[in-house]
């Protein structure tokens, strides 16, 4: 059965430490629902009421549109081995850009990857836990290196003007603040 908790508990960051992969979602009142699935040891809790990730560069930019627009955010972990559990975090989200103070900050406690672009941070509201009895067990047979390799191989310059080519605005053209140079989590404070 779901129980619910108002905080992250040692035990649950324990379990998200240990999941090679957890999935992002976010809204806003009109337009797509972005679901998006993430990888390479990026998700840190960083206190029982804030945790994050370091977001690189990709296709697109929804989580960024979404939480300038909106500001709800869920992630969810979910085991793949014999111990069965789906654990989700909900609360509001803000970004924080690349080269500004609080980057700055953040960024010795995420991994080192080419391409990031920002962190996304998760002022946690509330913590679900539930049995997870229908995920399959699955075994891990590593990470991807595409994405790494395809950001390294294109260098900063690069990577700057794809991010300003196809990362500015959502799906729905919503503004996703990347243009603006502006450290989205210091208006948000």
């Known amino acids: 059965m779901a129980e619910f908790f108002d905080h992250i508990t040692d ?3 324990d379990f998200i430490s240990a999941q090679p992969m957890f999935f992002t979602a976010t809204a806003c009142a009109t337009g797509r629902i972005n679901l998006s699935p993430k990888g390479m040891d990026c998700f840190r809790v960083l206190g029982p009421n804030l945790c994050g990730y370091l977001d690189v560069t990709g296709s697109g930019n929804e989580t960024s549109a979404h939480l300038k627009h909106d500001g709800r ?8 081995t014999r111990n069965p ?3 989700r975090l909900y ?3 803000r970004v924080v850009r690349a080269g500004t103070p609080a980057y700055n900050d ?7 990857l080419p391409g990031a672009r920002q962190i996304i941070l998760m002022d946690v509201e509330s913590v679900q836990t539930s049995c997870g009895y229908a995920v399959p067990e699955m075994e891990l047979k590593g990470e991807r290196e595409t994405l790494k390799k395809w950001a390294a191989s294109k260098g900063e310059e690069a990577i700057s003007a794809y991010q300003r080519e196809k990362n500015t605005r959502s799906i729905d053209g919503l503004d996703t603040g990347l243009d603006t140079g502006l450290d989205t989590a210091a208006l948000m404070d």
Do not use: E, W
């Open 73 to 80: 955010i869920t992630f969810m972990f979910n085991s793949f």
């Open 91 to 93: 609360g509001r989200g």
């Open 106 to 112: 953040l960024k010795p406690g995420f991994p080192d």
């Open 11 to 13: 035990k649950q960051a």
């Open 85 to 87: 559990l789906i654990l």
